[in-house]
């Protein structure tokens, strides 16, 4: 599976971030202008939270925002990477809470962010199948395109994680 960059068929987004409930956004490190050209996408101090799934150097944040790196592939996860997704959904979940403005970003904003907001927004209460058809409606109908990342949704990130860990 591919980690990053352009994926045959898959558009680049025409935003560099949505917002999926108020507070919660996600997005990725490139996006299409309106001039139709890919440009990068720069996070300066529009958040106050930046959970980064694909670190590329120069996309920020700015020197003081709170930052948390935890690179996934888009691809397969083992129990390690799985808990770490359920990390980064608390953290999210709980600024949120506290009124702060949360980035969840990977390389396209489609799938790595889609899965940790959606984990977040699962653990609020929310049913699986409303968590993705709202991310899908708000970012891209692109977001979540990878099967398994629905699965794991479907199936509670705690699950997928007990059940990976037995395999290994």
């Not at 990878?146 to 990130?157: P, S, T």
Request: charged share 20%; with cysteine.
């Amino acid at each position: 599976m591919r980690t990053r960059g352009r994926q045959s068929g898959v558009p680049v987004p025409g935003s560099p971030w949505s917002e999926i409930v108020p507070g919660l956004w996600m997005g990725g490190h490139e996006f299409r202008a309106s001039s139709g050209q890919h440009e990068f996408a720069v996070v300066h101090d529009e958040f106050d939270l930046v959970l980064t799934l694909l670190r590329l150097p120069g996309h920020g944040p700015d020197p003081g925002v709170e930052h948390h790196v935890w690179p996934i592939p888009d691809g397969p996860l083992d129990g390690t990477q799985l808990a770490g997704v359920m990390r980064l959904a608390q953290t999210a979940s709980e600024a949120v809470d506290e009124g702060r403005r949360v980035l969840v970003r990977c390389y396209h904003g489609y799938n790595r962010s889609g899965l940790v907001v959606g984990h977040a927004l699962v653990r609020a209460g929310r049913a699986p199948e409303d968590v993705i058809q709202l991310i899908r409606s708000r970012r891209s109908p692109w977001a979540l395109h990878n099967e398994l990342f629905v699965e794991y949704l479907r199936a509670g990130l705690a699950t997928a994680r007990l059940l990976e860990e037995l395999t290994e």
